[in-house]
């Protein structure tokens, strides 16, 4: 894997810092993304995830001590321009109505090409492409009222307005929480996609550990603004006392495992998905 | 025994004439004092709206939904429909209107008329079952997502319900918040209240003794969670994903060993594993 | 951004619990009281009359035992408006030939002469908007949401004999109050969302009118999509808590009048009698 495209160390920030409203959101918060890679960023709620990743696309600059170099550009420099690496991170948020605002679903997809400075054949071929990667037909939604799409639709048109700007790193915060299955596993087929084909990188802001053994290569645990453990999957999701020291649960997969083991059945650690506690049973039972 | 909550041939329209769309489209159903019930179905399947109807805050385009026998189309039944069965919608945020937990927990009571004794009662009761003792002055809107999600439970529990509706009250909660919920939903539920709970997510659903599928305005199936899981390839049509315990299962199946369609938890597998693995030893 | 998390934690509006003498005054009481209070503010015409009267809201800031910046806090987002008050007063203010230090010249810009005289009316204009900003601010900080509603819709009582909604009228008021807050936490997530995609950056310029507006729409169209849905959901909350307005409610809390605060009351109208004969 190649060098960290996203590199924030030892990041801690203070909302509405020296007032008495004062609310501390990180203290000691870092990650490392590789290019290609999707990294889930997982911790519960309160714990900063959202302003851990407001680092990652420049809306925040990293204060006294902290260090954040996203695309080999230092933010903490006053000269660096943020506006170039705000085009080249996308970032999608929970609620899409937060990030939809033109009238029709073509126009709010092309916001963001069109402010690149796209027009004309290649702004409608952006647009077409943007919108047929996350599986909106291009004919039937481009001229549809945005606010008359209904709720899966809504987000990826959202996801659409982002993919638009082609960024080489996507930031997800809770992109798919209240999603049923069939939108959430859509929008995964949709970046495992874009990360096979277009080598972009993920970062993924979510509280299913479902989702991040599905989707994510490594993972990142943020507790109240501590950053208190990294690596890989199978390593963290796995580590049943360390997820329940940081107040968070194992996927539900590896909770059966667990059951199992401690009901005596010899299967193996850390196994993360139905389909490896299946793979092991069988070895186990099939004699 | 007879239906606490019936519904027959349910439909419901949103909006006009002009443009309506129909949520649901003829659905029946009842539902005995005691159960604990769980709705199912992809996004815009109908499950919200018909969580609403039953807990009379829409009221039928045609069909009937009665509780104890009173009809949600009785304007005069209305306010006692709504204080029986209780409704926890899916945001917080948007269910608050006051600005301390107490306050909160007493804006239900109050409207109820209730006499003020009775109301402290309640609302310390209420607080207490949900444990959240020692909270009364906090702001709602400062509270943690999941304290949020158990205090819009205690302002319902203090009108004194006989059923709690849940609409995706989980949905968008962390996991550990999301246990600390349905542990109360059971202990609510061993106590003797009728649960029913809106989901997209199936380790819930083995929790509730009865399962229904909605699709598209309709009924699409319905039964105990280890008949409805047992019917994965519909499910599958549906958009629903099996738990993991009746997913391991099915697996094993495929591959020729046998533990039984009708495992839907955990314990359940565990306990057929068990089973065979000392049969064998 | 920041300015959006300023919004997020409006505190005009925000309730400091406590249990000082301001605090457990009837909320009745306070509501007549900040009545009293703003007649008295706006008919005093003396400036030491005026002066007084701050410093009374001072010293109830104190009683009221809030956290240290509360004021500052309630000020800050009407220091704007204060600025321009300050300017447009000195420029254009009314000159009360009567007001000591009206011939003596202090400043002259252009065609305006500003005098002595100007500048102390300035000094008064803007004590007097102070003082009813605090005064609203202090209720608020004092009085919870639904202690509010409850004393309100008790005073709009009687607008229900005449077929008006007293209660209703209560409850929308208080209901709006609290999402303050929440409409600035909206605010800050859309605007975080639209950062994200509006590369041009860069502080807005006064000149790109252009620019600015539709900026401006991009923040507000989203806001008030999100408000519409807010409503439906929190309309459809109030029924599920079996909201049916004033009629037949009861209260947790029941309100009685004791010593204090008929006390309380008492100065205020004394108050406003002294500041009238003055």
């Known amino acids: 894997m190649s060098a960290p495209i996203v590199q924030l160390s030892h990041l801690s920030y203070t909302y509405l810092a020296g007032t008495e409203l004062a609310a501390t959101a990180l203290v000691d918060a870092s990650l490392s993304v590789s290019e290609g890679e999707i990294v889930a960023l997982v911790g519960p709620s309160g714990a900063g995830k959202s302003t851990l990743v407001s680092f990652v696309n420049g809306l925040l600059r990293p204060e006294e001590g902290g260090r954040a170099v996203i695309l080999g550009l230092d933010t903490h420099d006053p000269a660096a321009d943020l506006s170039a690496l705000r085009s080249q991170v996308g970032l999608v948020m929970q609620h899409p109505h937060q990030q939809l605002f033109e009238r029709y679903v073509g126009d709010d997809i092309a916001y963001g090409p069109r402010q690149m400075g796209l027009s004309g054949e290649s702004l409608r071929g952006r647009v077409r492409w943007a919108m047929e990667a ?33 960024p080489r790193i996507l930031v997800l915060d809770e992109a798919t929480a209240g999603l049923d299955q069939v939108g959430r596993s859509q929008v995964h087929e949709v970046l495992h996609r874009l990360q096979s084909e277009q080598g972009l990188t993920i970062v993924l802001v979510t509280n299913e550990m479902d989702e991040v053994v599905d989707m994510a290569d490594s993972v990142s645990v943020l507790v109240k603004g501590h950053t208190v453990a990294s690596g890989a999957v199978r390593e963290v999701l796995g580590d049943a006392s360390l997820m329940e020291r940081c107040g968070l649960t194992v996927p539900e997969a590896t909770e059966l495992a667990q059951d199992l083991r401690e009901h005596g059945i010899p299967i193996g650690q850390s196994l993360l998905s139905d389909g490896e506690v299946e793979e092991a049973l069988w070895h186990v039972l099939h004699r | 025994m007879d239906a606490f909550i019936s519904v027959r041939d349910l439909h419901y329209r949103y909006g006009n004439a002009g443009e309506s769309i129909e949520a649901l489209r003829g659905v029946s159903l009842n539902i005995v004092r005691g159960e604990y019930l769980a709705i199912v179905g992809p996004n815009g399947s109908g499950k919200s709206t018909l969580a609403k109807c039953l807990s009379g805050l829409l009221s039928p385009s045609s069909g009937d939904v009665r509780v104890n026998g009173a009809s949600t189309r009785d304007a005069a039944a209305l306010v006692g429909i709504r204080a029986t069965v209780g409704m926890v919608l899916q945001n917080p945020d948007n269910q608050f209107v006051t600005s301390s937990v107490e306050d909160e927990v007493a804006f239900g009571p109050e409207n109820l008329g209730v006499p ?10 209420a607080i207490e079952r949900v444990g959240m003792c020692g909270q009364e002055l906090r702001d709602p809107h400062l509270l943690s997502s999941g304290e949020k999600a158990r205090l819009a439970v205690a302002a319902m529990l203090a009108m004194e319900p006989q059923c709690l509706v849940l609409d995706e009250a989980t949905a968008t909660l962390d996991p550990r918040s999301r246990g600390s919920l349905l542990a109360l939903l059971t202990q609510l539920y061993s106590a003797g209240m009728t649960i029913i709970t809106v989901t997209h997510h199936m380790t819930e659903v083995t929790r509730a003794k009865r399962v229904v599928v909605m699709e598209r305005g309709q009924i699409a199936l319905t039964g105990a969670p280890a008949e409805v899981f047992a019917r994965d390839d519909a499910l599958k049509g549906y958009g629903l994903a099996l738990p993991p315990a009746a997913a391991v299962e099915r697996g094993l199946a495929r591959r020729g060993l046998e533990l039984g369609r009708d495992v839907v938890t955990a314990e359940e597998l565990v306990r057929r594993v068990v089973a065979l693995w000392e049969g064998e030893g | 951004m920041a300015r959006a998390a300023s919004l997020r934690n409006a505190s005009l509006g925000r309730f400091w619990p406590g249990d000082s003498v301001v605090h457990t005054l009837d909320p009745r009481v306070k509501l ?55 300017v ?101 997530a859309v605007q975080r969302a639209q950062l994200a995609r509006d590369i041009t950056g860069g502080p807005e310029r006064p000149w790109q009118l252009a620019r600015n507006a539709r900026r401006t729409a991009a923040l507000v169209v989203p806001l008030f999509a999100d408000a519409l849905q807010r409503v439906d959901e929190i309309s459809t909350a109030l029924l599920a808590r079996c909201y049916q307005g004033g009629r037949g409610r009861t209260y947790m809390r029941e309100l009685r009048l004791n010593a204090k605060d008929l006390i309380s009351l008492a100065i205020s109208v004394g108050l406003l009698v002294i500041v009238v004969v003055l």
């Not at chain 1, 549809?144 to 209904?150: K, V």
């Open chain 3, 32 to 86: 007549c009281s900040l009545g009293l209070w703003t007649v008295a503010i706006v008919l005093a015409s003396r400036w030491w009359v005026t002066a007084a009267l701050f410093l009374l809201i001072a010293a109830a800031y104190r009683a009221a035992r809030l956290p240290r910046g509360a004021a500052g806090a309630v000020l800050r987002p009407v220091l704007p408006v204060l600025a321009v008050l300050a």
């Open chain 1, 134 to 166: 996350v599986g909106l037909d291009f004919e039937t939604f481009v001229d549809r009222r945005t606010f008359a799409l209904s709720g899966g639709e809504m987000r990826r048109a959202a996801l659409a307005g982002v993919l638009a700007m082609q």
């Open chain 2, 116 to 125: 003020p004794a009775e109301i402290r009662r309640r609302v310390a009761s």
């Open chain 3, 88 to 188: 447009s007063q000195l420029l254009f203010g009314y000159q009360d030939p009567a007001m000591p230090g009206a011939d003596i010249g202090v400043l002259e810009v252009g065609a305006a002469d500003v005098s002595l005289g100007r500048v102390i009316g300035a000094a008064i204009a803007i004590v007097r908007l102070l003082s009813l900003v605090m005064l609203v601010g202090l209720l608020t900080a004092t009085t919870s949401a639904s202690a509010l509603a409850s004393g309100m819709e008790r005073l709009l009582l009687p607008l229900n004999r005449i077929g008006l909604p007293g209660h209703e009228l209560a409850l929308t008021g208080a209901i709006a109050l609290r999402f303050l807050p929440i409409l600035g936490e909206e605010l800050e």
